[in-house]
């Protein structure tokens, strides 16, 4: 089974958004079929659902995530031969401070061999709240 890797720039979500960054060059492990909870806030926590995935060249390695001070927001979708790519939208606060963030899924051509999509962002800790996720 293969692995779905997002590529992407580092982003922010806006001018009223809350800043993140995507998280490349990580894979969701073979034995996880669904995340727990959308929110990571520990390498210990981190590393039993996910592996890197460096590959030659230049920004060839994952994306350095500082558990200390930052957390991952992931989402992903069931595994399927079907080309799926997860991107960003925005992530912000409503008017209930929850965070919420917003993501768009994309579906391709059937393949040969089987991805996880998925999509990993990188939060700053002191954006704290209520989590809520919406697909676009």
């Known amino acids: 089974m293969f692995m779905c890797i997002i590529f992407s720039s ?8 809350i800043p993140f960054r995507v998280a490349e060059r990580y894979f969701v492990n073979n034995d ?17 659902l ?3 995935a460096p590959v030659m ?3 060839g390695m994952p994306t350095p995530i500082d558990f200390s001070k930052e957390y991952v927001i992931a989402v ?8 799926t790519f997860l991107s960003p939208i925005s992530l912000k606060r409503d ?3 929850n965070i919420v963030f917003t993501y768009k899924v994309k579906s391709g ?4 061999y089987s991805i996880v999509p998925f999509l990993m962002i990188i939060v700053n ?10 697909e676009l």
């Open 10 to 17: 580092c982003q922010t979500s806006g001018s009223k958004g």
């Open 95 to 97: 008017k209930d401070k």
């Open 32 to 48: 996880v079929k669904a995340l727990p909870s959308p929110k990571i806030c520990s390498q210990e926590e981190f590393d039993k």
């Open 125 to 134: 800790k002191e954006e704290q709240g209520n989590l809520l996720l919406k």
């Open 76 to 83: 992903s979708k069931p595994e399927t031969y079907i080309s």
């Open 57 to 59: 060249g230049k920004n």
């Open 109 to 112: 051509t059937k393949q040969t």
């Open 50 to 52: 996910f592996g890197c």
